[in-house]
C-alpha cells in the first residue's frame, strides 16, 4: 500500500509539474493580516494529511489541485481536521473541506460544520452551513457562517447566531467569542434570555466566566413573569447570575408601575431591592405623584420607597398640585383592615408643605393619598389666605373628588388666627384659641371654626354704613366659653354662638390695652410662612418679618388723660410736710 501511495504521489507531482493548479479564491478574511506582504511557509507550518481513503487529481475538478476523499483527517499546529472530502492547494498552504466537518483545536474547542476553508499560513478558517462551536467548558455556538483565527483564538459571526451555556441562550446578529478571555462581544439585536429574564440590547460584552455582561447602548432587561418590571439603560453591567445591576447613563427602573431614575443606579431583581444617586426621580403615575432627591431607595417587594438629600415630592391635582419636602420622604402602599390597598406618604423632620391655598410645617407629615387624610405632627403651623392655624397636632381631611382640603382638626393647644384686614399694615389680628378645634373651608378658603373646650375668642368689631359701606371700628369683644362657633366673613371673625358657661365682653378701642389684644400664645409667623412652592426646598424661605403698625392709638390718649387726671388728683391732695 505504501509503494502505491508513494507512486501516486510521484505521480500527482509530475502532474501537477505539466498542468499548473490554479490559485483559489479565499475569503478575504483569510488572507496575510498584513497587505502586500508575501505568505511565509515553512515545513513546521505546513498542513498535513493523516489519513484519507482516497487521493485524486484531475485537471477539470477543483482547478487541477489534489483532493482527498473518505475519513479525511488533516493536522495543523496541534489542530485535527476531520472531513468527507478535502481539497489541498499546497502552493497556498490551503485547504476546504466538505461534509462532516470537524475542527478540534488543542484549547479543546470544537468546531463542526457542513464546509470550512483553513489556510495554513494565517490559521485562520472559515465555517460555513450548520456551524456549532462547542468551548470546553460548555458553551455552544451556533451559526450559519463563522470566521475563526486561531492566532488571537477569535471566532466570529455576523449572520446570526445562538449561543448557549446551559443557564441561557443568546441570540444575535454579530458576534465576536474570545475563546481565550470567554468573552464574547455582541451587537446588532442581541437578546439573552433565561427561564426569569429576558435582556434585549445593541452592544453588550458577556463574560462567560463570571457571566456579567457589560451594556453599551440601549438596553432593556425584562422580568418574564411580570413584563411591566423591567430595566433599561445605556451603559452599565449585569449579572446573569445574581441578576444585580449596575446603571450609568440614561438609566430608568420599571416596578410595580413606578419608574425611577438617577445618575447612577443599582438594582437587584432578585430582592427587589434597588438605589439611585444623583437626580433621583421616583414617577408614580397611578398616584399622580413623584418624589425628587439626592438620594433614593426601593424596596420592590414592600412597595415602598426612601428618598432622601433635600428630597421633596409632587402630588398633581386635577387643578393644583401640593408639594411635600422634608430630610427624609417615605412612600409606600399597604393593606388597610378592609384589605384595600392603599398608599401613603411620610415626610420626617422639617416637613413642609404647599398648597396654592394652604401651606404648612411641621416636625413630621403623614398623608394617606388614597382617602385624602393628612397628619402634622410636631409644632404644626398652618397658612390659609391670612389665616394661620396652630396646634399640639393638625389633621388635614381633603376631598378626593375635587382634590381641595375640606376641614382641618386640631387637637391641643389650638389657635387660628386671621388679619383683620389684609389690605392696611396694622397691627389687628383676630383670634380664637380651645382645646379641640375643628375648622371648615368653603371653598378654598377658611369660613368656619368649632372650638370645643376652654373656648376663647378676640375679634374686632366693626360698624358698616349700610349707604357707603364704610367700616368704623367700634372695639373689640372678648369671649369665653365651652363651646365656640365662628365664622370668618372676609376676615371678619363673627362669633355665631358662645356656649356653656359663656361670657363674652366688649371694649371700645379706647379702653382695651395691647396686652388684651393678644393672647399669650400668639405667634403671627410671616418670617417662615411659604409664599411659593420652590420655599419648600429650604429649611425656611427667611423672609424679612412684617412690621406692623400699632392700633393702640385711642387707648394711648385715653391713657394719657387718665394718667394727667390721676396726676391732677395727686398734686390737689395736701402733702404732708415732716418737721
Request: one cysteine or more; charged letters at 25%.
Amino acid at each position: 500500500m505504501r509503494i502505491v501511495f508513494f507512486i501516486f504521489l510521484l505521480f500527482s507531482t509530475f502532474t501537477y509539474a505539466q498542468d499548473k493548479p490554479k490559485l483559489v479564491q479565499r475569503d478575504p478574511f483569510l488572507q496575510n493580516p498584513v497587505k502586500n506582504q508575501p505568505q511565509k511557509s515553512n515545513t513546521n507550518n505546513k498542513i498535513n494529511i493523516r489519513h484519507a481513503d482516497e487521493i485524486s487529481k484531475n485537471p477539470l475538478k477543483y482547478d487541477g489541485n489534489q483532493f482527498f476523499k473518505g475519513n479525511v483527517v488533516l493536522e495543523h499546529q496541534g489542530s485535527i481536521l476531520y472531513a468527507d472530502e478535502v481539497i489541498v492547494y499546497e502552493a497556498e498552504n490551503f485547504v476546504k473541506a466538505i461534509g462532516n466537518v470537524k475542527l478540534q483545536n488543542p484549547d479543546g474547542s470544537v468546531i463542526t460544520a457542513s464546509e470550512m476553508e483553513y489556510d495554513g499560513n494565517t490559521q485562520k478558517g472559515v465555517a460555513r452551513k450548520n456551524v456549532v462551536l462547542n468551548d470546553p467548558k460548555g458553551t455552544i455556538i451556533k451559526t450559519e457562517t463563522m470566521y475563526y483565527d486561531r492566532v488571537s483564538n477569535l471566532a466570529y459571526y455576523n449572520t446570526g447566531g445562538t449561543i448557549n451555556d446551559g443557564k441561557s441562550t443568546t441570540y444575535s446578529k454579530s458576534a465576536t467569542y474570545n475563546l481565550a478571555l470567554r468573552t464574547i462581544n455582541l451587537t446588532d439585536n442581541v437578546r439573552i434570555e433565561d427561564k426569569d429574564y429576558i435582556l434585549d440590547g445593541i452592544n453588550v460584552v458577556q463574560n462567560q466566566n463570571t457571566n456579567i455582561v457589560d451594556i453599551n447602548g440601549p438596553t432593556t432587561i425584562t422580568n418574564r413573569k411580570n413584563p411591566k418590571n423591567r430595566i433599561f439603560t445605556e451603559k452599565g453591567t449585569h449579572n446573569l447570575n445574581t441578576k444585580e445591576s449596575f446603571l450609568n447613563k440614561n438609566s430608568r427602573i420599571y416596578y410595580n408601575d413606578k419608574i425611577l431614575t438617577g445618575d447612577e443606579m443599582y438594582y437587584n431583581q432578585l430582592t427587589g431591592f434597588g438605589k439611585a444617586t444623583g437626580n433621583v426621580t421616583l414617577d408614580d403615575p397611578l398616584e399622580k405623584r413623584y418624589l425628587k432627591g439626592g438620594y433614593g431607595e426601593i424596596f420592590e417587594k414592600k412597595d415602598s420607597a426612601m428618598m432622601t438629600k433635600s428630597p421633596y415630592a409632587v402630588k398633581i391635582l386635577e387643578t393644583d398640585s401640593l408639594y411635600f419636602a422634608s430630610e427624609k420622604i417615605l412612600s409606600y402602599q399597604k393593606l388597610d383592615s378592609t384589605n384595600v390597598k392603599k398608599s401613603y406618604l411620610r415626610a420626617f423632620k422639617k416637613a413642609r408643605i404647599y398648597k396654592s391655598n394652604a401651606q404648612g410645617r411641621a416636625d413630621s407629615i403623614a398623608f394617606n393619598e388614597t382617602d385624602g387624610v393628612m397628619h402634622m405632627y410636631t409644632n404644626p403651623i398652618l397658612w390659609s389666605g391670612e389665616k394661620q392655624v396652630t396646634g399640639d397636632k393638625v389633621e388635614a381631611y381633603f376631598n378626593t373628588e375635587n382634590e381641595n382640603i375640606d376641614s382641618l382638626k386640631v387637637i391641643g393647644n389650638g389657635l387660628a388666627i386671621s388679619k383683620v384686614d389684609s389690605l392696611n399694615m396694622k397691627d389687628e389680628f383676630n383670634q380664637v384659641k380651645g382645646k379641640l378645634m375643628v375648622v371648615y373651608y368653603e371653598g378654598k378658603d377658611i369660613k368656619e371654626v368649632k372650638v370645643i373646650g376652654n373656648a376663647q375668642s378676640i375679634s374686632y368689631v366693626d360698624d358698616v354704613n349700610e349707604k357707603t359701606k364704610e367700616k368704623e371700628r367700634i372695639g373689640i369683644t372678648l369671649s369665653s366659653c365651652g363651646i365656640i362657633n365662628a365664622n370668618f366673613e372676609e376676615q371678619a371673625l363673627q362669633i355665631v354662638s358662645c356656649s356653656i358657661s359663656a361670657m363674652s365682653t366688649n371694649y371700645p378701642m379706647s379702653k382695651i390695652g395691647p396686652d388684651q389684644k393678644k393672647f399669650p400664645d400668639f405667634n403671627w409667623n410671616t418670617k417662615d410662612r411659604i409664599r411659593k412652592w420652590q420655599d419648600i426646598l429650604v429649611d425656611s424661605p427667611n423672609y424679612e418679618e412684617i412690621k406692623y403698625e400699632s392700633s393702640d392709638a385711642l387707648f394711648n390718649q385715653a391713657q394719657a388723660i387718665i394718667d394727667k387726671a390721676k396726676a391732677a388728683e395727686e398734686a390737689k391732695k395736701p402733702k404732708r410736710v415732716r418737721k
